[in-house]
Antibody, heavy 117, light 107 residues
Framework: QVQLQESGPGLVKPSETLSLICTVS?????????WGWIRQPPGKGLEWIGI???????YCNPSLKSRVTISVDTSKNQFSLKLSSVTAADTAIYYC??????????WGQGTLVTVSS | DIQMTQSPSTLSASVGDRVTITCRAS??????LAWYQQKPGKAPKLLIY???SLDSGVPSRFSGSGSGTEFTLTISSLQPDDFATYYC?????????FGQGTKLEIK
């Protein structure tokens, strides 16, 4: 059974860079599929951030204005998210997910990241 | 970008009711639509993909239909465990996008 776990700082200062890692177990990222990031501001809906293929091909949501970088480390079976120049609007629960052919079949439990000084 | 609009935003129903949630896309997405269920404090759970295919282990009281721009999620007989928030998601084209959610409440 595939399991995903997000990790990273729970508090980030405004204008700094948010960095999260998703560790995958039960499946080798190198075997294929896309791997994605989704976020959810407290009490609000889901926002699709972007995805990465094991080869490193990525697509990120243009609404985040090039602040997003998604990368993969197949040797560690991890993929990561970096979001630069954060503001309070980036406060959210961040989820990583295994994305099959576009839909998210397995999700991490989510990690709350708060942007505050 | 494709906009996804769900209706209603909130739905009050009783155990045993048949309920339907609608999701509309701003342009055709063929059948590239998924439905998720989310309970408070939990990650979303995939229910349906490709508009009508039930994910493994999902009870058969859940069903999905539609194609093009209009889709529905139907729960044939509500169970206590079904009270949650439901989201649709299109994966026809980037950026993928979600509906705003439908909260299913106990009447």
């Amino acid at each position: 059974q595939v399991q995903l776990q997000e990790s990273g700082p729970g508090l980030v200062k405004p204008s700094e860079t948010l960095s999260l890692i998703c560790t995958v177990s039960g499946y080798s990222i190198s075997s294929g599929y896309y791997w994605g990031w989704i976020r959810q501001p407290p009490g609000k809906g889901l926002e699709w951030i972007g995805i990465i293929f094991h080869s490193g091909n990525t697509y990120c949501n243009p609404s985040l204005k090039s602040r997003v970088t998604i990368s993969v480390d197949t040797s560690k079976n991890q993929f990561s998210l970096k979001l630069s120049s954060v503001t309070a609007a980036d406060t959210a629960i961040y989820y990583c997910a295994k994305t099959g052919t576009g839909y998210n079949t397995n999700w991490g439990q989510g990690t709350l990241v708060t942007v505050s000084s | 970008d494709i906009q996804m609009t769900q209706s209603p935003s909130t739905l009050s129903a009783s155990v045993g009711d048949r309920v339907t949630i609608t999701c509309r896309a701003s342009q055709s997405i063929s059948s590239w639509l998924a439905w998720y269920q989310q309970k408070p404090g939990k990650a979303p759970k995939l229910l349906i993909y490709k508009a009508s295919s039930l994910d493994s282990g999902v009870p058969s009281r859940f069903s999905g239909s539609g194609s093009g721009t209009e889709f529905t999620l139907t729960i044939s007989s509500l169970q206590p465990d079904d009270f949650a928030t439901y989201y649709c998601q299109q994966y026809n084209s980037y950026p993928y996008s979600f509906g705003q959610g439908t909260k299913l409440e106990i009447k």
